[in-house]
């Protein structure tokens, strides 16, 4: 890739990234029938508080809502995930792992031309532009900050996201040592940083040539460094 793309479709959303997969099936012993409903039950929640999330924000995406919006009964919501931060983090995780999957996939299909860590970046950062997911994420990350149980939920969630990304990049560049894996850390916080500045200025936001200049200097101290 020569670049990073532009990004096409409404509202800032990447192409890499539509709807989550189907929840995995719960090994709870029911016949078949029942799982298949079970996990469409699931599905429909799940993507209804994406929804929710992005429309009304953390605070605002309450169980009556999001039930209203799935066309799901308040008890089935209880039987599946008991109570909204469960609930919530149920459906920002589902999506992580969406994407994580799609770009571990698109990374795998690379061609021997094909430039995989400046590919599989801008896969992140196509995922990053899916204002469903980044933007529940934010808004978690966010609400985090005064809840101390919501706090003590997302930590270890969050750290396997960036940690994630950071390992596989370091991986791809043939690159284990620490320093590479900070360089890509930090790249992860710049993208979250852009995506915060696309919220607020998204006329003017200046994320893809800030992006760009940033996966250069990245490349450069990388190169820098196995000299």
């Known amino acids: ?27 709870d012993g029911n ?6 409903r079970s996990v469409r039950t699931r599905e429909r929640l799940l993507d209804a508080t994406l929804d929710v999330i992005f429309e009304e924000g953390w605070s605002g995406a309450s169980t009556s809502r999001i ?9 089935a919501q209880t039987h599946h995930y008991p109570t909204k931060v469960e609930l919530l983090l149920a459906a920002i995780e589902h999506a992580s792992r969406a994407h ?13 031309d094909a430039h995989p860590l400046r590919t599989f970046l801008e896969l992140v950062w196509d995922a ?64 979250r940083g852009l995506v915060l500045q696309r919220g607020v200025h998204p006329e003017t936001a200046p994320g893809l040539p800030l992006l760009e200049r940033w996966l250069a200097f990245v490349e ?8």
């Open 1 to 27: 890739a020569d670049g990073i793309r532009p990004q096409p479709g409404s509202r800032g959303r990447g192409d890499v990234y539509k709807r989550p997969g189907r929840p995995d099936p719960m090994p």
């Open 31 to 36: 016949p078949p029938k029942e799982q298949e």
């Open 67 to 75: 039930c209203e919006r799935a066309g799901v009964s308040r008890g």
């Open 100 to 112: 994580a999957e799609l770009i571990e996939s698109k990374t795998a299909e690379l061609g021997p």
């Open 128 to 191: 990053m532009l899916d204002e469903r997911y980044s933007g529940s994420w934010l808004e978690a990350l966010t609400a985090a900050r005064t809840d101390p149980e919501l706090r003590n939920r997302i930590q270890a969630a969050d750290r396997s996201i960036v940690d994630g990304v950071a390992a596989m990049a370091a991986g791809l560049a043939e690159r284990p040592e620490p320093r590479a894996k900070e360089l890509f850390e930090l790249t992860v916080y710049l993208m």
């Open 220 to 227: 450069q101290e990388l190169a820098h460094e196995s000299d």
